[in-house]
């Protein structure tokens, strides 16, 4: 069995996204990738079975036409309270999960089989996982930038001990990776 990864992009000051949900360049690295980058990208979407998204997210990617060319190729689950007038274009797989974040990992663990679910959207979700104790190993791919306001990763509740796993740094992004220790 995989396990449940936290794979996010954060600012040096720890948001997600700017005060409106902007971007704020974080994501650029992914875009336009150096070769660490490339590697770190490869692996994610190799290993991936499953995704887990808050509705937020979901939102997001669809009024930005973001899951036309999805690279994961695989069932994406959102914590929602309902489902969308109008489903998102592309190709990709949506379930939409309103039982909270513990039926959405069953659901995701039952299709990912030995591969990895990521949490991919969404710090209310990130936080629900965290506090649930069901993160194995949360990879933050760590942007030099200084956002100031907006969505922020970590909560003042999130608490643990981590064991660092590896970093990779390239021109636009450090990838940080850690185990948590339960």
Known sequence: MGMILLDMTMSLDGFIAGPN???RGLHHWWFSPAEGDR???TELIRNTGAVIMGRRTYDLGAEQDGFLDNPF????FVLS????????????SFTFVSDGIYAAVRMAKSVAGDRDIVVA???DVAGQCLAAGLID?????LAPVLIGAG????DSSAAGSLDKVSVIDSPLIT???????K
């Open 21 to 23: 949900g902007e971007d």
């Open 39 to 41: 590697q770190v990208i």
């Open 73 to 76: 190729d695989v069932e994406h």
């Open 81 to 92: 309270h309902d489902r969308p007038e109008k489903p998102a274009k592309g190709e990709t």
């Open 121 to 123: 959207g969404g710090a």
């Open 137 to 141: 190993e949360m990879r933050i791919a």
């Open 151 to 154: 969505i922020r990763l970590f």
């Open 175 to 181: 990838h940080l990776r850690f185990r948590l220790q």
